[in-house]
């Protein structure tokens, strides 16, 4: 038997009730409840314009939904909010890098971003080698394959501090084992205790690392 809502810690979960989307006249979904605790991963899946991505923007504050409400940690989501920002990480589709920027120079100042922080080389090139960047470490993001940007955009959401993780198809231009790679990172993060709502149209990622599914379509 799972919590019921009287029993439910609103501040450790990531709740969706009676949430319905609409685009013009036409409702992608309606009625949707959800809630992932920290520590599980959650799988959206569906069609293309079934209100997958719309459904994350909510979750991150971008957008209010249609009808329902939304609470992440029992308090609205709102982008605007140095707070709010501060627990949740986001990888949405408009997610861009510095061009002229290098792998390890977009870590290093990723790193250097938080309070007290002083990464050194080791901390950055940790993080590089398991996304397999190490050998392009110093290049212009520029001139990264396809793939080597959508792991290191990746690395910009997994390094910073969060409680919540949010990521729209973040397979897009990643071969097997970087999908393997991901879900093993989206695995560590949720036994850690960090909830996880992604997107995604890939089978192989889902199996790896989905605790859940909720199907849109």
């Known amino acids: 038997m799972g919590e019921t809502r009287s029993q439910i ?37 569906g069609p293309n314009g079934s209100g ?32 709010f920002r501060r627990t949740v990480s986001v990888l949405m589709d408009d997610s861009a890098l510095f061009e002229e920027y290098s792998p390890r120079q977009h870590l290093d100042l990723l790193l250097r971003s938080f309070p007290g922080a002083t990464p050194s080389a080791d901390v950055v090139a940790d993080w590089l080698a398991p996304a397999g960047l190490d050998h392009r470490a110093d290049v212009p993001a520029g001139s990264l394959s396809a793939g080597q940007r959508r792991r290191l955009l990746l690395l910009g959401c997994l390094a910073r501090p969060h409680r919540l993780l949010l990521l729209d198809e973040p397979e897009r231009a990643l071969d097997t084992s970087g999908q393997d790679w991901l879900a093993g990172e989206i695995r560590t993060r949720t036994e850690a205790g960090i909830a996880v709502v992604l997107a995604s149209h890939s089978e192989r990622l889902i199996d790896a690392c989905a605790d859940d599914e909720v199907n849109l379509g």
Request: charged share 30%; glycine share 10%; aromatic share 6%.
């Open 52 to 83: 997958k991505s719309t459904l994350l923007r909510c979750l991150y504050g971008m957008q209010p939904p249609t009808e329902g409400k939304i609470r992440v940690f029992g308090s609205q989501p709102d982008e605007r909010s140095a707070e």
């Open 9 to 45: 810690n609103l501040a450790d979960h990531v709740l969706v009730e009676r949430v319905g989307l609409r685009a013009g006249d036409v409702w992608l979904f309606r009625e949707l409840d959800m809630d992932v605790p920290g520590g599980r991963s959650v799988a959206l899946t």
